[in-house]
Structures are given as structure tokens and as C-alpha cells.
């Protein structure tokens, strides 16, 4: 752990008294009491439609954002990008059903496809009616980092978005404007110049970090999370944590792993682990948990209802899971479907969980000699037929590369595709 970014006290995150208080943080820069779980709403629960079609399931989202607030959860994350555009209107409809002082709402200019003047302008303006609201309390410049202060620039300078965004957050219509970053260490460095310059005042930054990542980032372009909070706590910009569980990852994480997390914590989740963590950290305002269920959401209220902050002792322990964790064959997806839809049809996602997920639960077939070799091969070949259908399986990837610049996580992903296209001719042919 860099010495500079060792957790230190904090008076402000105190849990209150009384069983199952929510731990909260006030923001420095403004005073708002945060709950150190916020609720990312790029997982909400899905169900078919009667045409077939993958929609929120609105009631499950009440019944969860309902007994959210009742339980101190006050910061809900969203986007106009999320699942394909119903995300902002679903936590609208949820929210709206509550007094507006009793939660903080952040979303996002998430425009990628389309940054014209215009088109941005138009997504911000959607997003007051999706979210029924009149003013956004943290409004996010979407995933910037890759391609640099080029790409920036592209995205919100010389569309007149900056000028125009100051002017709405002057007019009181944005409380605080900040940034979510996914990119490489120069490209972060620059950013933070600009802010040092007095170029652009960033409110607050939301950065990937977990105990990953912390120091062994993946990718081909992500930043070690250290690095990024060392920098962010010494200009003290409050930090808004995304992916603290890996997409999942840190939740379902191999078999020896979790025995070893279990014979330390056996009354507490896995999951556990990786939130604590991030709350140990004194300058993090806010951890989002993509939340798909009442389970995860009782469990998390429950971390930072009876919240411990993590000893030196066990941030070290987690360096020893983060180090075991490179060791297995998993693709760094979080499962947040950026990349879909994929042109020809590939379910991307699914088919990187599906292999995910056999490592992590230790029926991945490996060779010949491997015990139980072909009880695992067909458990592994008929449960990739049920997870994701024939003709949106990995051998039918064409290589196009559409995906490629709107993964956040900088996977190669055809590369992958293709990796885990022949691991399953294999197992077919008895080849492995």
C-alpha cells in the first residue's frame, strides 16, 4: 500500500448510533450528509415484456429504492446510457414517489454517440424529465479519459457544453459537476492539471477501485486505484467509488479465496470485504453498489449499518486475495453492457459471465487429466447453451470492433471472444 494513501481517521464517517445506522459522510466541499452506499442503477431487475423484451421490473425497483431510504441510502447513480436507455426513467418513477430533499440523484451527459451541440443538450434536458426533477445534485461528465484532452475536447469543448453546463450549474440547475474517469495515467494526469490551472473546477471525480485494483489494475489502458485516490485526496476533490465489486467479481470469487475470507469474517459476506474497503478510505463520499435484489441490498445496508473500518492487518490481507485473484483466467467484464448490442448479435456479456463464473465456482474443465474432466466439460458445454443462445455465442464474433472503443474496461474484446470461442471447440473435440 503507498504510504500516501493509507486511510486515515475521519471524524465525518462516524457510524450514528442505535443498531444498523447508516454510515454517512458529509461532502466538504458542500455539506451534504451522503450515505457511504450509494445505489448504482446501472442493474436494475429485469424481466420480459409481451413482446419478449428485457425491461425494468418497476416494481421490484420500488420496493428496493422504498427500503433504501428507509435505511439511510440517500445517493442514487444513473445515466441515459444505461440498460439501453430505460435507466433514468425507472429511478424517476421510484424516486419521484419521495420528497425531493431526501435524496441526492446523479446522472450523466453520457454523450457518446452523438456530441453535437444539440444532441447533448437535448440528452441533459431528457434526463429532468426521465428523473422528474429540477435540478441534479451531482451531474457527471460520462467516462472521460479515453483519447485524452482530444477526445475531451471533441465531447464537450467545442460543442460549447462546458460554457454551457457552468451556466446551468450557475443557474442552480446543477449542484455539482464532476467527472467519471476510464482511462490511462497521462490521461488522468491531465485532467488534474486542467483543475490545478483553474481551467475546470471538477465538484467531485467517481473512479474505479476495489482491492483489485487498488494496485494490480487490468486492462489495456486502466489506472491502478491507488494512484488515482493518492492524487484526487491531496487537492481533496470528494471521490464517488464505481465497480467496487468487479462487476460482481469480488462477490463470487474463486472457491479457496472465499474459504480463506470465511475462516477470518464467518459471519459476513464476501462481499463484505471488498465495501469495506472502499469505506476505509476517508476521501470516498460515496460507494455505488449495482444493486439486483433485495439480498445484496439487506447485505449492504448491513456492512455499513455495523460498519469496521479495515485494519492495517486486513487491507494487507486483501493485497494476498488481490494477488491469488490474478491468478485465474478471467475476463475483466463488469457486465455493464456498454458494448451492447453488438451488431451481429453476440450476447458479449453473457458470455464472458458464463466463463466467469465457471472459474470462480471451480467447475472450469482444464485438461484431460483434471478430475471429474468430463462431468465438468458437459456441465460447462450444456450450461453455455442455456446462459446464452447458439447464435449469440462467441464463435460469432467476425472480429468488426464495433465494441472495442465503448468498453470502459479497454478489453480486447474479440480477442476474448475468439479466446473463448476455442476453449469450447475444444471441449467439443476433445482437444483440450
Request: charged residues 25%.
Amino acid at each position: 500500500m503507498a504510504a500516501a494513501c493509507a486511510p486515515k481517521n475521519s471524524q465525518s464517517s462516524a457510524p450514528a448510533e442505535g443498531p444498523e445506522q447508516m454510515l454517512m459522510r458529509e461532502n466538504p466541499r458542500n455539506g451534504d450528509k451522503v450515505s457511504v452506499l450509494g445505489f448504482g442503477c446501472m442493474r436494475w431487475p429485469m424481466i420480459k415484456d409481451a413482446d419478449g423484451k428485457d425491461v425494468i421490473d418497476q416494481e421490484a425497483v420500488n420496493e428496493m429504492v422504498d427500503y433504501a431510504l428507509a435505511h439511510g441510502v440517500n445517493y442514487f447513480d444513473t445515466s441515459p446510457a444505461y440498460l439501453q436507455g430505460q435507466s433514468e426513467k425507472a429511478a424517476g418513477e421510484a424516486l419521484s414517489r419521495h420528497p425531493r430533499e431526501s435524496y441526492f440523484i446523479a446522472t450523466k451527459l453520457s454523450n457518446f454517440g452523438d456530441r453535437s451541440t444539440e444532441g447533448s443538450i437535448k440528452m441533459y434536458h431528457d434526463s429532468f424529465t426521465q428523473l422528474k426533477t429540477d435540478y441534479f445534485d451531482y451531474y457527471l461528465l460520462h467516462s472521460i479519459g479515453r483519447g485524452g484532452k482530444e477526445a475531451f475536447n471533441k465531447r464537450y469543448v467545442e460543442n460549447g457544453m462546458i460554457d454551457f453546463l457552468l451556466k446551468e450549474k450557475e443557474a442552480g440547475r446543477i449542484r455539482n459537476l464532476g467527472f467519471s474517469f476510464h482511462g490511462a495515467q497521462h490521461e488522468f494526469d491531465a485532467f488534474m492539471e486542467m483543475y490545478d490551472k483553474g481551467e475546470m473546477h471538477w465538484d467531485f471525480c467517481q473512479i474505479e477501485m476495489n482491492y483489485v485494483d487498488w494496485t494490480h489494475a487490468d486492462g489495456i489502458r486502466n489506472v491502478n486505484a491507488d494512484y488515482l485516490y493518492a492524487e484526487l485526496d491531496k487537492r481533496e476533490i470528494p471521490i464517488v467509488i464505481m465497480e467496487p465489486l468487479l462487476g460482481g467479481r469480488l462477490a463470487n470469487v474463486p472457491e479457496g479465496i472465499a474459504r480463506q475470507m470465511k475462516q477470518r469474517e464467518p459471519d459476513l459476506s464476501i462481499a463484505s470485504w471488498a465495501f469495506r474497503f472502499c469505506g476505509t478510505y476517508p476521501r470516498v463520499l460515496c460507494t455505488l453498489s449495482g444493486m439486483t435484489s433485495m439480498d445484496p441490498l439487506k447485505d449492504n445496508i448491513k456492512t455499513f449499518g455495523h460498519f469496521k473500518p479495515l485494519t492495517e492487518e486486513e487491507l494487507a490481507f486483501l493485497e494476498q486475495m488481490a494477488v491469488q485473484m490474478k491468478e485465474y483466467p478471467l475476463v475483466n467484464c463488469t457486465d455493464c453492457k456498454y458494448c451492447m448490442p453488438c451488431p451481429w448479435g453476440i450476447d458479449i456479456p453473457g458470455v464472458f459471465q458464463h466463463y466467469n463464473k465457471a472459474i470462480t465456482e471451480g467447475t472450469y474443465a482444464q485438461s484431460p487429466e483434471q478430475q471429474d474432466y468430463a462431468k465438468l466439460k458437459k456441465a460447462y458445454l450444456v450450461s453455455y447453451d442455456r446462459a446464452v443462445a447458439t447464435v449469440r455465442q462467441a464463435d460469432h464474433c467476425i472480429n468488426c470492433g464495433d465494441c472495442l472503443p465503448r468498453c470502459p474496461q479497454s478489453i480486447a474484446i474479440p480477442k476474448q471472444l475468439r479466446r473463448i470461442a476455442e476453449y469450447v471447440e475444444a471441449l467439443k473435440q476433445d482437444t483440450l
